[in-house]
């Protein structure tokens, strides 16, 4: 058992403290060097959400105030190093540093949450550095009777990592709901008002403040870590009430059913209903957990009030019958991950009811977050659909199809890649008209910028599978999968990109690994239409940082 994919790394919070911490002046190996002085320094390993990428104590500081970071990017370009913004380490995709880095690559992690963290009221929005976690964010919002419709569901997330890739939650409007003022059903980079970052400029590093409308801006809203952004000002709305309902009665054959079926209880019949679905299927059963969440101005009669988040806590917080199990599997016993599935799913069911979180209403927050570092530590891949709401039910049931197909022919060879649950969500398109800013510029990377010719594709159906990452066979498992997504949904009426935070480019051994995919596939994929946006905003990434300072090995064959 390697020790990065240990018992305690799937499951518990410790896994979440910070790995290898030492304090200031606590020096284990010679600094950088002329490192700046008066800006804290000290080594600290690094390990993302589920343990696949991990380093050797790496040099770590964080800087006070937005100036600190310019003068970290022109000791980093005088000195040959590069600058990772290190947030919580929620996410998957090698986007910080790659697995393995050591101080030989000559890399300093910068973290943002120590200090970044201000935010300031405006009329109509708010302004943010970009350290602030989602939790720090959502409360102050919440606080002044503000809140935003798409947000992911960890509360553990910086502002800056959640805007780097496009992070979203679920949400179209309902059968007869208008988008209030301020809101938006894209991602949250479509909420961006305007957006401070460091620059080259004039023959050094320099802050500069991009507006929405600028087209610099477009490559800068959705950055995928090429970019080192300080400060955002984002739109936002009057909060409102949600209701969210969980069911566990329907069957996946009925909830995931072809269009034309019959089906009554379908995901787009809930779609239509409340405009906010997920569906959490847990492999090897039967009924999905199904969540729907609903605008619900006052507390319908059936609903709990809840006024703080994070209340799965069934979910949030691993039962022992399920991290005994979850011990064998991880320890070699794959064969019972059946068994491992139908223990999730009976334990969601059980915990809705003793817990009485099956019928819940509250403030947008206290329902939209629902995500702990608690929860189990799992791997994901992850793809958006663009298609029409017309066609959001014939997209989840050919994945469902094959998806189901595929499990049961790799479980026929006595393998088992799969042993968490397929997450199911619906978001709108990043549609720069819900800013309010003429001229605005749509997110040039975002896996949710609308494509022009296809103006009928106004909906991204989102898919996670997750899994234990040592799962024999998973890989392969997920690179049939990803096939499936990119030769199933071509454009005739749906079509796939990744998702940037999530494990994508597969070979049968590794995510992120699949050169075709990362320089082909993945590119072209924001090549199509009379508005092809990859190559123009690599362009502006490599212009506002010629010197790739903020980059890393994996980045430098993704945007090269």
């Given at each position: 058992m390697s020790p990065a994919f240990s018992r305690r790394g799937f499951l518990g919070a410790a896994a979440w403290l910070p790995v290898g911490a030492l304090l200031p002046g606590q020096v284990s190996a010679d600094p950088p060097p002329a490192f700046p002085s008066g800006i804290e320094l000290y080594r600290q390993a690094y390990r993302n959400w589920a343990g696949e990428i991990r380093t050797d104590d790496?040099?770590?500081?964080?800087?006070?105030?937005?100036?600190?970071?310019?003068?970290?990017?022109?000791?980093?370009?005088?000195?040959?190093?590069?600058?990772?913004?290190?947030?919580?380490?929620?996410?998957?995709?090698?986007?910080?540093?790659?697995?393995?880095?050591?101080?030989?690559?000559?890399?300093?992690?910068?973290?943002t949450t120590r200090h970044l963290t201000a935010m300031t009221l405006l009329p109509g929005a708010v302004r943010t550095q970009t350290g602030a976690s989602m939790d720090e964010l959502l409360a102050f919002l919440e606080d002044a009777g503000l809140g935003v419709t798409n947000t992911p569901a960890p509360g553990d997330l910086t502002v800056g990592g959640v805007l780097a890739i496009n992070g979203h939650g679920t949400s179209v409007p309902a059968v007869g709901e208008t988008l209030p003022a301020g809101h938006t059903y894209g991602s949250l980079s479509n909420l961006i008002l305007s957006l401070t970052a460091v620059v080259w400029d004039g023959g050094e590093y320099r802050l500069r403040t991009f507006r929405r409308d600028e087209p610099e801006c477009a490559a800068l809203l959705t950055h995928v870590g090429r970019a080192f952004l300080t400060e955002v000002t984002l739109r936002v709305g009057a909060n409102r009430n949600l209701r969210c309902v969980s069911r566990v009665d329907i069957?996946?054959?009925?909830?995931?059913?072809?269009?034309?079926?019959?089906?009554?209880?379908?995901?787009?019949s809930f779609l239509d209903e409340a405009g906010r679905v997920e569906a959490i299927w847990f492999a090897f059963t039967d009924h999905p957990w199904l969540k729907t969440w609903s605008v619900a101005p006052t507390k319908p009669p059936?609903?709990?009030?809840?006024?703080?988040?994070?209340?799965?806590?069934f979910s949030d917080n691993v039962p022992k019958a399920v991290?005994?199990?979850?011990?064998?599997?991880?320890?070699?016993?794959?064969?019972?991950?059946?068994?491992?599935?139908?223990?999730?799913?009976?334990?969601?069911?059980?915990?809705?009811?003793?817990?009485?979180?099956?019928?819940?209403?509250?403030?947008?927050?206290?329902?939209?977050?629902?995500?702990?570092?608690?929860?189990?530590?799992?791997?994901?891949?992850?793809?958006?659909?663009?298609?029409?709401?017309?066609?959001?039910?014939?997209?989840?049931?050919?994945?469902?199809?094959?998806?189901?197909?595929?499990?049961?022919?790799?479980?026929?060879?006595?393998?088992?890649?799969?042993?968490?649950?397929?997450?199911?969500?619906?978001?709108?398109?990043?549609?720069?008209?819900?800013?309010?800013?003429?001229?605005?510029?749509a997110p040039a990377l975002s896996a949710v910028r609308p494509r022009e010719d296809h103006p009928e594709w106004d909906v991204a159906v989102w898919f996670d599978v997750l899994t234990f990452p040592t799962a024999p066979g998973a890989a392969a498992f997920y690179r049939e999968l990803e096939r499936f997504f990119f030769t199933r949904y071509t454009g005739s009426y749906a079509f796939t990109r990744a998702e940037w935070s999530k494990g994508w480019a597969y070979t049968d051994q590794a995510a992120w690994a699949d050169h075709t995919v990362l320089t082909s596939t993945v590119p072209d994929s924001y090549r199509q239409g009379p508005n092809p946006t990859w190559d123009a905003a690599r362009a502006t990434l490599n212009a506002v940082d010629p010197h790739r300072v903020f980059s890393n090995p994996f980045l430098d064959v993704l945007l090269p």
């Open positions: 790496l040099w770590t500081c964080a800087p006070r105030t937005p100036a600190d970071v310019v003068l970290l990017a022109n000791w980093a370009h005088g000195q040959g190093f590069t600058l990772r913004p290190k947030g919580f380490r929620h996410g998957w995709a090698p986007l910080t540093v790659t697995a393995g880095t050591t101080d030989a690559d000559r890399v300093v992690l910068v973290d069957p996946a054959r009925e909830l995931f059913a072809p269009p034309g079926s019959g089906a009554t209880r379908t995901l787009a059936t609903s709990r009030h809840v006024v703080t988040p994070y209340n799965y806590v991290s005994d199990l979850a011990d064998l599997l991880i320890t070699g016993a794959w064969a019972l991950t059946p068994t491992f599935g139908q223990l999730q799913y009976t334990t969601a069911a059980t915990g809705l009811t003793a817990t009485l979180t099956t019928d819940l209403w509250g403030a947008s927050k206290n329902l939209m977050l629902y995500v702990k570092p608690t929860t189990l530590r799992e791997t994901a891949n992850g793809y958006a659909v663009l298609t029409s709401r017309a066609e959001v039910q014939r997209v989840v049931s050919d994945f469902a199809t094959y998806y189901e197909d595929l499990l049961l022919a790799y479980q026929s060879r006595g393998l088992f890649p799969v042993t968490g649950q397929v997450e199911i969500r619906v978001g709108g398109l990043d549609d720069p008209a819900h800013v309010g800013v003429p001229g605005a510029q």
